[in-house]
């Protein structure tokens, strides 16, 4: 299966916790980008790197978050001190900077996170 | 700060029925994008926009895209209960991320 893949796909931690997700994206895509998504709501930015460079982040993405992409394959979301109001899915997705499906966006599977 | 809209957020409908999403967007952008999400499941594409004008359609789904407008339309021609999910429309801003839509859950019933 050569689609993005996430990890875990379900965590649930207390809070205070911190957590990481892991994201790998289509092998020839250099671009990736990590989502929100609450119940109800469409899914909102957080970040994106294209390659291992992070171009961009969401005032959404507050210090407790932070994002990695060390060689600019996959990525690594993490969260310090979660917050109840964390609790959220997160998408992840990739997309090429050139070619036929120029900036088409997939998404992965997502991480359910629950913050008790 | 770019704004997607969409509109009904929800809707009920009977198999065989057709009926139409709207997607408004507050900027101008060069590429739209549908996406189809069951519950519990992440996004899967269904169709990218990239001109004024464009007609895309698969199956029982065809979508449009007027820029001068900022609006594109998901039309749904003789409903099926396999179609009941929620769609969202995502507008790309720079750099190519997403802004999306608050979705439109629908439901098609017997």
């Known amino acids: 299966d050569t689609g993005v893949s996430q990890n875990p796909r379900h965590k649930i931690t207390k809070r205070g916790q911190n957590v990481t997700f892991r994201c790998d994206p289509i092998?020839?895509?250099?671009?990736l980008y990590w989502y929100r998504q609450t119940l109800g709501q469409g899914p909102e930015f957080l970040t994106y790197?294209?390659?291992?460079?992070?171009?961009?982040k969401s005032r959404l993405l507050s210090d407790r978050f932070s994002a990695e992409r060390p060689k600019g394959s996959f990525s690594t979301l993490e969260i310090q001190r979660t917050e109840q109001g964390d609790s959220a899915m997160y998408l992840c997705?990739?997309?090429?900077?050139?070619?036929?499906?120029?900036?088409?966006?997939?998404f992965g599977p997502g991480t359910r996170l629950t913050v008790l | 700060e770019l704004k997607v809209e969409q509109n009904p957020l929800f809707l009920s409908m009977q198999e065989g029925k057709n009926y139409t999403i709207y997607c408004n967007y507050s900027?101008?952008?060069?590429?739209l994008y549908w996406y189809r999400q069951d519950p519990g499941k992440s996004l899967e594409s269904l169709f990218v926009?990239?001109?004024?004008?464009a007609v895309k359609q698969e199956g029982r789904l065809m979508a449009s895209l007027d820029t001068k407008a900022r609006l594109s339309t998901l039309h749904i021609t003789a409903a099926v209960h396999d179609l009941s999910a929620t769609y969202f429309c995502?507008?790309?801003?720079?750099?190519?991320?997403?802004?999306f839509g608050d979705g439109t859950t629908l439901t098609v019933k017997p």
């Open positions: 900027t101008t952008s060069d590429r």
């Open positions: 926009l990239l001109s004024n004008g």
């Open positions: 997705a990739s997309s090429a900077s050139q070619g036929r499906s120029y900036n088409e966006q997939f």
């Open positions: 092998s020839e895509h250099n671009r």
């Open positions: 790197f294209q390659n291992e460079a992070q171009l961009e």
């Open positions: 995502a507008v790309d801003t720079n750099a190519g991320k997403s802004t």
